[in-house]
């Protein structure tokens, strides 16, 4: 038996353990994929990302760094002041599921800066996106309220 | 070693879906609701619910919630009378339609089949109704304790191998109050991941340092224990004062007994923890005569510190009970706010519980409380089998009354109960958030009081909605296909000391 400082505890926040149950990433980047695919059958498919890079940025800091509280009942509350991001694995940081998330936003950057030139694109509104979602995720960021927006 | 039902990615990514769609209609609906419809809250007041922690009730319970809270009229024996209600409208209220129809009655805990009237119990049970009334109109610690209640206490112990028992009127509230007279700040809880919620109230409300281990994993337990135990209690690094590994019988969820309870009672001599053992859907309806799931494992029930249950499932009563040695009993007595200030058990349902009790002894009744327990097993092994020949995915053991069937895609979950309740079957559909998202099923409860011709008639009813919902999910692939363990070879287990 391997020997371990912390040990491994069995998730039960039921609001957020489905992520490590089965096609749950897959589900994800299926979304994605096919929001890029419904995207470029209308515009060039390399400025398509830049789109999909901006709308999976919204609609995911919307949900995961906005949003708080959990809609499981039978907890009474405990993650009312959480968002979602910050209820994840029992708030254990550096996680695999932290790790995928904080991946995909890098991901898609990428592909929306290399998809098309850099004079057709956002760029800059790009960087911001990229870079306030993934200081977000941070482990400096836990619980962080900054000027107070979002603490109730 | 049971490993949790596990869909196929297909089957998945459809649940997602549909749960994606729910989700985003939900949040549509929110949001028009907020910008068209002003907010009718007070002026200055807080909301009463934060709107996140509603939505699952508004906008996915609602759209379903027919299926839930059937009105019924008649005791819920093999079959039951159900009140129809009005179609959905919304989150308005149903409404009765005058109209009622008999169905055949999987939904309810009625193991051995007491739900019914009696031919020994029914009568007792109303002479003790003459002579000492409905209510007991105290709590036990002040007028409220009858012969009845003292009677119900010495069967108790008497029927589970232990010294003493208390029993109370709520089998929720057993285990909400009990837990935090056991255990409370410096004390340590080692929980199975599956427990009920009576559990987890319980252990959150006694104030102990919780730690949940994987479900039946006893490799995970014993690292649990050991780290704990070296590490101690957070910060200070003090020894626990206490440590109490609770578990369940059947876990009604997953149909699954708690085959290994043998290596857990060997786990907690050698660390020197307490064992606390919840039998409410165990007692009466596994073992050879009826005694749990202790008896099931073959375990000592003095091994067992505290062994919990309940009255409704088995006994067709209600209230909980907690059995162990003398010192714990007078214990609970003197602290537990459930004996002393909650009104004591009804005296009719006291005496429904001790004449079941003295049936399944075979104190009376020539013998008809073994044969419920024989007949319950036959049952559960028959129609589990013929389930798992017509492809569904059942989960849970053989010699279990409970079998849950995967449904996997919500939206499946409504259809399925709407469908069999019309063509005459009453089932119980569980859904997110008592079980994962995508692990949506449906819950059938063998009884007793089933005879063939009713289980035959269940089977083909189910078979035919199966066919209709695309539910004949068990993996054909024989090596992927999980062991189904059999009472013959957990039998050979239990006796090689597994």
Known sequence: ????????????????????????????????????????????????????????????????????????????????SHTFWEQLDDEEQGTRNRKFFAVVPLVLFLLATHGSDFRQQPLLLNLVVVVVLLVAKTPAMHGVRLFGINKY | MGSPPRPSYVIAISAYISWTVWFLFGHIRDFIRDVFWASKARKDYAPIRQSYEDF?????????????????????????????????????????TGDQSKVLNLSSYNYLGFAASDEYCTPRVLDTLDRLGWGACCS??????????????????????????????????????????????????????????????????????????KHDNMTHLEQILRTSIAEGQPRTRRPWKKILIIVEGIYSMEGEICSNLKTIVALKKKYKAYLFLDEAHSIGAIGETGRG????????????????????????????????????????RNHCPAHLHATSMSPPAAEQVISALRLIMN??????????????????????????????????????????????????????????????????????????????????????????????????????????????????DHKKERKVRSAASHMMKAKAGG
């Open chain 1, 1 to 80: 038996m391997a020997v371990s400082r912390t040990v491994s505890e069995a998730r039960v926040n039921k609001n957020t353990n489905w992520l490590n149950a089965e096609g749950a990433w897959l589900w994800y980047l299926g979304l994605i994929a096919l929001t890029w695919l419904a995207l470029s059958s209308f515009m060039d498919a390399g400025l398509a990302w830049t789109y999909v890079h901006l709308f999976h940025g919204a609609v995911t800091f919307y949900l995961m760094h906005w949003t708080k509280g959990s809609p499981i009942a039978e907890d009474q509350g405990v993650w009312d």
């Open chain 2, 56 to 96: 699952y009730t508004r906008r996915v319970f609602y759209r379903l919630h027919d299926c839930f809270n059937r009105p019924i009229a008649s005791a819920p024996s093999a079959w039951v009378d159900v009140l129809h209600r009005t179609p959905v409208n919304e989150d308005k209220p149903l409404e009765l």
């Open chain 2, 140 to 213: 036990r610690s002040e007028a409220g304790t009858t012969d009845k209640h003292v009677e119900l206490e010495e069967t108790v112990a008497e029927f589970l191998g232990v010294e003493a028992a208390i029993t109370f009127p709520m089998g929720f509230a057993t285990n909400a109050f009990n837990i935090p007279v056991i255990v409370g700040k410096g004390c340590l809880i080692i929980s199975d991941s599956l427990n009920h919620a009576s559990i987890v109230n319980g252990s959150r409300g006694s104030g102990a340092k919780i730690k949940v281990f």
């Open chain 2, 293 to 332: 799931a202790t008896e099931h494992a073959g375990v000592n029930p003095r091994d067992v510190d505290v062994m919990m249950g309940t009255f409704t499932k088995s006994f067709g009563s209600c209230g909980g009970y907690i059995g162990g040695s003398k010192q714990l009993i007078k214990c609970i």
């Open chain 2, 363 to 476: 104190k009376a009744g020539n013998g008809r409380g073994p044969q419920k327990i024989r007949t319950l097993r036959d049952n559960s092994n028959y129609v589990r089998k013929r389930l798992i020949d017509l492809g569904l995915e059942v989960l849970g053991d053989f010699d279990s009354p409970v079998m849950p069937v995967m449904i996997y895609n919500p939206g499946k979950l409504a259809l399925f109960s709407r469908l069999c309740f019309r063509d005459g079957v009453a089932v119980v559909m569980v859904g997110f958030p008592a079980t994962t998202l995508v692990n949506s099923r449906t819950r059938l409860c063998i009884s007793a009081a089933h005879t063939k011709e009713d289980l035959d008639y269940a089977l083909e009813v189910i078979e035919d909605v199966a066919d209709q919902l695309v539910m004949r999910y068990r993996p054909k």
